[in-house]
C-alpha cells in the first residue's frame, strides 16, 4: 500500500532509515551492555591495561575499521577471482572477425564450386570462433553467439553479401 501511494524511491529511503536505526540502537545496546562492562572489568583487575579512554567515540571508530575490513578482503578477493579475458585472445578473435568481413563475407561466388568452397570455408571459421569461444569464454556466452547464426543473412547490409545471394 505505501509503495503504490508513495512510489518506490519513497519506501525504499523508509526501510534504509528504520535499517539504520535499528542498526545505531543495537550499536548503542552493545556499546553500553558489553564493551562498557568488559573494559571497567579490564580496568578493575589491570589499572594500567588500557591507557586510552574507551568511549561511544572509539568504539564507532573501531567498528566503522572492522566494517571496512570485513567489506574490503571479500571485494579483493572478488576482483582477484575474476575471470579476465587475455589481450591475446581479444586480438585473435578480432583478426578472426576480420577475415570474416575480407574473406567470407566479401567473398567472390559466382559458380556452385565456389559457393561450396564459400561454404566449407564459412564452416570452418565458424568452428575456429566457436573453439576459441569455448576455451576462454563461459558456457552462457559461448551459446548466445552460436545461436546468432539462426538469423539469415538478409539482416546484414547488402554490400557485405552481394557476393553471397547466389546460395538464397
Not at 579512554?53 to 572492522?66: D, G, K, P, R
Not at 579476465?84 to 578473435?93: A, E, M, S, T, W
Not at 545461436?147 to 543473412?153: A, G, M, N, P
Request: charge should be neutral; charged fraction near 15%.
Amino acid at each position: 500500500m505505501g509503495e503504490e501511494r508513495f512510489g518506490r524511491r519513497a519506501t525504499t529511503l523508509l526501510l534504509l532509515l528504520v535499517y539504520l536505526a535499528v542498526a545505531a540502537g543495537c550499536l548503542y545496546y552493545f556499546v553500553i551492555f558489553l564493551i562498557v562492562p568488559v573494559i571497567t572489568f579490564v580496568r578493575s583487575i589491570l589499572p594500567n591495561a588500557l591507557p586510552i579512554e574507551v568511549n561511544v567515540i572509539t568504539v564507532l571508530y573501531i567498528s566503522a575499521f572492522v566494517a571496512a575490513a570485513i567489506l574490503v578482503f571479500p571485494a579483493i578477493r572478488f576482483f582477484w577471482q575474476q575471470r579476465r579475458i587475455p589481450q591475446r585472445v581479444i586480438d585473435g578473435l578480432a583478426t578472426l572477425r576480420s577475415t570474416a568481413i575480407q574473406q567470407i563475407l566479401n567473398g567472390k561466388v559466382s559458380t556452385d564450386v565456389e559457393l561450396k568452397l564459400w561454404e566449407t570455408k564459412e564452416e570452418d571459421w565458424q568452428q575456429d570462433v566457436l573453439a576459441v569461444l569455448r576455451r576462454h569464454f563461459p558456457q552462457a556466452e559461448v551459446l548466445v553467439l552460436n545461436t546468432l547464426e539462426l538469423y539469415s543473412k538478409s539482416v546484414f547490409p547488402m554490400p557485405l553479401i552481394m557476393n553471397t545471394l547466389f546460395d538464397s
